[in-house]
């Protein structure tokens, strides 16, 4: 069974540009949810989406959008980008919200120079 | 606002001891408390998890300890061994961010010959 799936798995940008990660999940798994791993950090909770619908944000800016397909996959957007966004982002899907078992991706690094 | 906390950035242990990874939190509203488990280039694995209303719980070599009161919970790994070498992140969700892991920073784990 394929797990949760994530595209590019490196890319590097740079400051200014714009980006798309690419997230799916586990079959049957209908939420989605974003986290972005700093070096030295634990991830932080950047979206979550179940149904298509946003079903949760964290507190990052404007800059950071998402949304989910009617085949449950996922896009993470990023406009404008900075130094600081340079991380690795995570991929989490799960059979719905409210439900604890959380699969991860391996995740996408990206790199802002 | 960092309100899961792993103090211990690292840990070095040898092979057939116990390994003991500590965890505090602040949020009285957290309700489920998991630990995942990552190697480099890989997603976090989940590894055990433990419910506000459970002291204990056990999974082969695993245990979860959580103490409610003093809002602390700790990972026993007995005995160790060389492929639990890894970082270690305690996570938790809460009844007011349902959906949303709140993780801490992760303890990184060597385990020697």
């Known amino acids: 069974d394929a797990g949760v799936t994530q595209s590019p798995t490196h890319l590097i940008k740079t400051r200014g540009q714009h980006v798309t990660l690419r997230c799916s999940p586990i079959?049957?798994?209908?939420?989605v949810s974003w986290y972005q791993q700093v070096l030295g950090q634990g991830p932080q909770f950047i979206f979550q989406?179940?149904?298509?619908?946003?079903?949760g944000r964290g507190n990052f800016p404007d800059r950071f959008s998402a949304r989910q397909f009617p085949n449950y996959s996922s896009e993470l957007n990023v406009n404008a980008l900075l130094l600081g966004d340079s991380a690795l982002y995570l991929c989490a899907s799960s059979l719905a919200t409210g439900t604890y078992g959380y699969t991860f991706g391996s995740g996408t690094r990206l790199t802002v120079v | 606002d960092q309100q899961v906390k792993q103090n211990s950035p690292s840990l070095s242990v040898q092979e057939g001891r116990i390994s003991i990874l500590n965890c505090d939190y602040t949020n009285s509203m957290f309700d489920y408390f998991l630990w995942y488990k990552k190697y480099p280039a890989e997603g976090p694995t989940f590894l055990i998890s433990?419910?506000?209303?459970?002291d204990k719980n056990e999974d082969g070599r695993f245990t979860v300890f959580l103490n409610k009161s003093a809002k602390h919970l700790s990972l026993h790994i007995v005995p160790s061994q060389p492929g639990d070498s890894a970082v270690y992140f305690c996570a938790a969700l809460g009844t007011d961010s349902w959906g949303k892991l709140q993780f801490g920073a992760g303890t990184q784990v060597v385990v020697t010959p």
């Open positions: 433990i419910s506000s209303i459970k």
């Open positions: 079959s049957g798994h209908k939420s």
């Open positions: 989406y179940y149904e298509k619908e946003e079903r």
